[in-house]
């Protein structure tokens, strides 16, 4: 994927801090309109999954976590981090 061509999860917020649209984005284009952040994160992890895609460095651990605590599947330990290691350890998942 070339550079700013990621999948994103895209959250607009209210002036007084609420969420008021999820999207998920891919090359530039709105994919999926979602309802809440908790759908939006889940959705977007499967869109990584069913189309085969590397999470972005940028953050890769981010999704990796939540990966890990939400999907309740491993994160490759080739893409860890070690901060990824001793969090994952700390919190005995």
């Known amino acids: 994927m070339?550079?700013?061509k990621e999948t994103?999860?895209?959250i607009l917020m209210t002036d007084e801090g609420q969420c008021s649209r999820v999207f998920?984005?891919?090359d530039g284009a709105c994919v999926c309109d979602i309802n809440t952040i908790e759908n939006g994160l889940l959705l977007?992890?499967?869109v990584y999954?069913?189309?085969n895609l590397n999470y972005p460095k940028q953050y890769a651990q981010v999704l990796g976590f939540f990966q890990v605590t939400c999907l309740k599947q491993e994160f490759p330990v080739?893409?860890?981090s070690t901060a990824f290691t001793k969090l994952k350890e700390s919190l005995q998942l």
């Open 2 to 4: 070339k550079p700013g």
């Open 8 to 10: 994103k999860l895209v």
């Open 24 to 26: 998920i984005v891919s």
């Open 44 to 46: 977007l992890l499967g």
């Open 49 to 51: 999954f069913l189309l």
């Open 78 to 80: 080739s893409q860890r």
